[in-house]
C-alpha cells in the first residue's frame, strides 16, 4: 500500500523508515538525526528492492524486502525533522518533476526477534511482529525507470557505506 498525501489525515506525525545514509552509524544520522528523534528501531519495508547510488541508496517497488529502522521523531521536532528530511532527499512535492525520491506512507514490518534496544517505548510506534504506517522515501520515477534497465541491485536489500563501489 503506497500514498502519497503528504498532507492527508492520516499522514499525522508518522515515524519515517530509512534505509541508507542516515541508518546508525552512516554519514548522515548524526547530522541529521542526533537529538531530533525520540525512538529508533530495526524495521523491515516489505515489496521493495534496493539498488546502488552514487553514494546512497535507491529504495523502489518490487519483489523483495529492504532493512532499514524506523524513526520515530522527538516531541516538538517533527515539523523540523520533517524538512530535514525531505530537504536532503531532494523531494519538493508529491510528483514533481525534479524530485530525487517521492515522499510516500507504507507498511513497514518491526521484526519478531530484535536484540536491539529500542529507545521509545514499545507501543509509540507498534510491538514487535507488528507492522506500521511510516514515511519512506522511495526513488522517483524516472530513477526508478533508469535502476529497472541498468541499476545495480544490492543482494539481501542491506546498505553500507562500507562496501565497495559497484556492490561487491
Known amino acids: 500500500m503506497t500514498t502519497t498525501v ?7 506525525e508518522l515515524p519515517f ?8 552509524g552512516e ?4 547530522l541529521f538525526l542526533r537529538g531530533r528523534t525520540a525512538g529508533e528501531r530495526p524495521a523491515v519495508l516489505p515489496r521493495a ?29 517533527y515539523g523540523e525533522l520533517l524538512g530535514l528530511l525531505d530537504h536532503l532527499e531532494e523531494f519538493l512535492g508529491p510528483g514533481h518533476p525534479r524530485n530525487l525520491y517521492e515522499r510516500v506512507v507504507r507498511e513497514v514490518e518491526l521484526p519478531a526477534r530484535s536484540t536491539a534496544r529500542p529507545t521509545a517505548e514499545a507501543g509509540e510506534a507498534g510491538e514487535p511482529g507488528e507492522s506500521v504506517r511510516a514515511w519512506v522515501y522511495l526513488a522517483a520515477t524516472a530513477v526508478t525507470r533508469s535502476l ?3 541499476g545495480v541491485l544490492i543482494p539481501e536489500g542491506r ?3 562500507g562496501r565497495a563501489a559497484g556492490g561487491a
Not at 523508515?17 to 546508525?24: E, K, N, Q, S, W
Open 6 to 12: 503528504p498532507g492527508g489525515p492520516d499522514a499525522a
Open 17 to 24: 523508515f530509512v534505509y541508507g545514509t542516515l541508518l546508525p
Open 27 to 30: 554519514p548522515n544520522h548524526d
Open 49 to 77: 528492492l534496493l539498488y546502488e547510488g552514487p553514494g546512497y541508496p535507491y529504495a523502489i517497488e518490487g519483489h523483495g524486502r529492504v532493512h532499514g529502522t524506523l524513526l520515530i521523531a522527538a516531541p516538538g521536532v
Open 148 to 150: 529497472r534497465t541498468g
Open 159 to 161: 546498505w553500507s557505506t
